[in-house]
């Protein structure tokens, strides 16, 4: 059974910063395109930020350029999101998410594996 596991959300103060990772339990989906979504009560699921199969390409949504950074160990199955300078609107759970695919997509329909979800709580 196909397995993401997200890890390193908590609690931090503004101005602060978090590292989660999400790793896959199947072996092929170091060549897949993977993606970081986040919600907050009440919200829709949100896209944050994606990267190709290779970590050739990378997109992240306007909210969080310049301050996050999504990476990629193949050799690990493990994807990364660096948050730095964290702002109480980016509290939210966040989710990673696996496309069969190499390109990067930023809406949740196209992905298609989801991991359970970590939360992140930013307090002002």
């Known amino acids: 059974q196909v397995q993401l596991v997200e890890s390193g959300g908590g609690l931090v103060q503004a101005g602060g910063s978090l590292r989660l990772s999400c790793a896959a339990s199947?072996?092929?989906?170091?060549?897949?395109?993977r993606g970081w979504f986040r919600q907050a009560p009440g919200k829709e699921r949100e896209f944050v930020a994606a990267i190709s199969g290779s970590g050739g390409s990378t997109y992240y949504a306007d909210s969080v350029k310049d301050r996050f950074t999504i990476s990629r160990d193949n050799a690990k199955n493990t994807v990364f999101l660096q948050m730095n300078s964290l702002k109480p609107e980016d509290t939210a759970v966040y989710y990673c998410a696996v496309r069969k695919g190499r390109v990067v997509r930023t809406t949740t329909d196209e992905y298609d594996y989801w991991g359970q979800g970590t939360q992140v709580t930013v307090s002002s």
């Open positions: 199947e072996r092929t989906f170091s060549n897949y395109a």
